[in-house]
Structures are given as structure tokens and as C-alpha cells.
């Protein structure tokens, strides 16, 4: 039987009698690729999330942030009504979907509903609404609860602004889009609801933070396991909107 380096073969078995380890893809450069997509796309390969969500049918590895987010905070619960904002690729709504019952296949449970939001145009996700829509155009809170039916019970963003190259600069790009999603959050969000957005670490959330504190009993700050740990990102939990 052939051999595949690391001394294992093709099924998977460890020849080498120094224990198993993964195998891992490399990929060379190439000519006109730049170093850094050299190595995000390595990265990408090797990454588990990104594998995981491939066999599971999610649209990103961001699927799993939310699930741990929401393991920890429990919000997306049964008969929720959801508004996710800068929803493509889908990741955050196909998780939304199950859990809060959107197709109603858990019997006697409440039937939640899910709204997503983008500024480009989505591929289809059973249980689901989506919306070509800038969230920022006037009139777009009354236009999402027209759509809604009424107010929601969460507000969520992974959205994030294209980044410079300026570690500086993009931190303050993305706490400007996200303090733009917090007020949102403020026209749509029913009494009690929750706000989850993903802000970069960097000294300029300190607004932020004060503005979510004003409005929600509880503002939390984490990292979830599926975020990189070479990233700056970290979400922002508010829980309890006083309305």
C-alpha cells in the first residue's frame, strides 16, 4: 500500500509509529498572488470550521460564531423573530433557522421567523426572508417591521467594513458600522430584546459600549472558540432591551 507523507497511507493509518497527527495542505505561491493570500488561503484549507462547514451544508465557518454565541446567551429560542443585517452569505440565517423553529418542524414549539438584509442579492434559504436593502436608507427600520410583522426579538450583524490595510483605520470603520446597526437595533427591537454585533478590538468601542449599556440591562464582550485567534474580532452581546 502507498505511503502519503507524515508515514500514514491513503485510509488514514499511522505507519510511522510516532502517533497520529492531521495532515495538512500547502499551497505554493504563485506568480501575481501576494505572500499574505498565499497564506490566508493555507489558513482557509487547514482551517476545521471551514471543513466542518462544508459537510454540514452551512455557507461559512461564521455559522458556528453564532452558535456559540448563542449556546452561551440563548436568544435564539423557539418563536423568535430575527433580523440579521449584512446576512450574506446565509451562515447566521441557516443556524437562525433551526433554531428558532422557523419551519415549524419542532412540534409544540413556537414558529419564529428570520429576516436577512443585505446590500447584495442572497441565493434562496428555506425559512427565510431576505431583502436587497441598505439598513441605513431612510425609512428602512418602518420598511423591516412592515416586513416583520411587528417588532423583533433580535438584532444581529456580523457585518464588517472592507478593510484598508490600516489596522487603525479599520477599527474605526467597523465601530461606526456597528454603532449604525446599534441604533437600528433601537427602532426595530421589541421590550427585552437582544442586539449581537461584531465589533474589532482596538480602543475606539468605548462609545459604543456606553451608548449599549444606556439602552440594554446586561452588554457583554466575547470571543467565541470559532473566531481566529490571530484575529482582532470579538462580539458585542446586549441583552435586554429596556425599550
Not at 426595530?188 to 440591562?217: C, M, N, P, S
Request: include cysteine.
Amino acid at each position: 500500500m502507498a505511503k502519503i507523507p507524515g508515514g500514514k497511507t491513503p485510509t488514514g493509518k499511522n505507519t510511522s509509529g510516532r502517533g497520529q497527527r492531521d495532515l495538512k495542505v500547502k499551497v505554493k505561491s504563485a506568480r501575481g498572488r501576494k505572500l499574505s493570500s498565499t497564506r490566508w488561503l493555507q489558513r482557509q484549507l487547514n482551517d476545521p470550521y471551514v471543513k466542518r462547514a462544508r459537510a454540514e451544508g452551512y455557507r461559512g465557518r461564521a455559522a458556528y460564531k453564532i452558535m456559540e454565541l448563542d449556546d452561551k446567551y440563548r436568544f435564539l429560542v423557539p418563536g423568535a423573530r430575527v433580523v440579521d443585517l449584512g446576512a450574506a452569505p446565509g451562515g447566521w440565517c441557516q443556524v437562525a433557522v433551526k433554531r428558532v423553529n422557523a419551519l415549524g418542524e419542532k412540534q409544540g414549539k413556537a414558529v419564529g421567523s428570520i429576516l436577512g438584509i443585505d446590500l447584495q442579492e442572497m441565493e434562496p434559504i428555506a425559512g427565510c426572508e431576505l431583502y436587497q436593502l441598505d439598513f441605513m436608507a431612510d425609512d428602512a427600520d418602518l420598511q423591516v417591521r412592515e416586513w416583520l410583522g411587528g417588532k423583533a426579538d433580535v438584532v444581529m450583524s456580523d457585518m464588517a467594513a472592507s478593510s484598508s490595510g490600516h489596522k487603525q483605520t479599520d477599527h474605526l470603520r467597523i465601530i461606526a458600522l456597528c454603532e449604525a446597526a446599534a441604533w437600528f437595533a433601537f427602532d426595530v427591537l421589541d421590550e427585552g430584546g437582544t442586539f449581537v454585533a461584531k465589533v474589532l478590538a482596538g480602543g475606539a468601542e468605548g462609545e459604543l459600549q456606553k451608548l449599549l449599556k444606556q439602552r440594554f440591562d446586561r452588554v457583554a464582550n466575547i470571543k467565541p472558540p470559532a473566531s481566529r485567534s490571530d484575529s482582532s474580532e470579538k462580539f458585542v452581546v446586549a441583552t435586554g432591551f429596556r425599550g
